[in-house]
Nanobody
């Protein structure tokens, strides 16, 4: 079994910064693509940013380009999302997602439980 645990959410004023972390644990052989998604009030879940297993390639939603940075530490099985210049419209529950190959060599997509980010003055 594989678990993803997010941390780092909270309340921040517009223009502020937060750093989200997501650590994977369990029966892990390797982790492929990792990413962050978010779901705001009344909205569908949307992609925020993704990163390849080597960290050599990233992709961002247009709404966060230039403000958010995704990175990963493969030694710690952890992905990060540095969020700068936060706006009220960034308010959402942020979810971590990872494509994990387990020790049984099966590959599945896993989700964290979500962490709330609220941008408000």
């Amino acid at each position: 079994q594989v678990q993803l645990q997010e941390s780092g959410g909270g309340l921040v004023q517009p223009g502020g910064s937060l750093r989200l972390s997501c650590a994977a644990s369990g029966s892990i052989f390797s982790i492929r693509r990792m990413g962050w998604y978010r779901q705001g009030p009344g909205n569908q879940r949307e992609l925020v940013a993704v990163i390849t297993n080597s960290g050599g390639s990233t992709n961002y939603a247009d709404s966060v380009k230039g403000r958010f940075t995704i990175s990963r530490d493969n030694a710690k099985n952890t992905v990060y999302l540095q969020m700068n210049s936060l706006k009220p419209e960034d308010t959402a529950v942020y979810y971590c997602n990872a494509d994990v190959t387990s020790l049984s060599l099966n590959t599945n997509s896993y989700w964290g439980q979500g962490t709330q980010v609220t941008v408000s003055s």
